[in-house]
């Protein structure tokens, strides 16, 4: 069973950073999408970005493009999401995900996933 743990989220001031992770473990197989989603309250969960597991192409939403960076550490089962110039629409709950097989960057594609943490941008 593939467990995603998330860690590092917390409340910034606007054009802050943050640096988000996510330990993951139990994959069966070699051949996973694995990505960040963020959740605002009353909002749909939305794909911030995604890996494809075919080439290593990573997605960015187009509200995060230039602003965040995906970056995974393989020898440790690792991911990464690092935040910069974050704004206070990137507030939400963050989330990591992952799918068996390649998948398009939406949440209704993915089947396991973490316990989310809180980002929260606020002067």
């Known amino acids: 069973q593939v467990q995603l743990v998330e860690s590092g989220g917390g409340t910034v001031q606007p054009g802050g950073s943050l640096r988000l992770s996510c330990a993951a473990s139990g994959f069966t197989r070699n051949y996973y999408t694995i990505g960040w989603f963020r959740q605002a309250p009353d909002k749909e969960r939305e794909g911030v970005s995604c890996?494809?597991?075919?080439?290593?192409?990573?997605y960015y939403a187009d509200s995060v493009k230039g602003r965040f960076t995906f970056t995974r550490d393989t020898a440790n089962n690792t991911i990464y999401l690092q935040m910069n110039s974050l704004k206070p629409e990137d507030t939400a709950v963050y989330y990591c995900?992952?799918?068996?097989?390649?998948?398009?960057?939406?949440?209704?594609?993915?089947?396991?996933w973490g316990q989310g943490t809180q980002v929260t941008v606020s002067s």
């Open positions: 995900a992952a799918a068996v097989g390649e998948r398009l960057c939406w949440a209704l594609y993915f089947g396991s």
């Open positions: 890996i494809s597991p075919d080439d290593g192409t990573i």
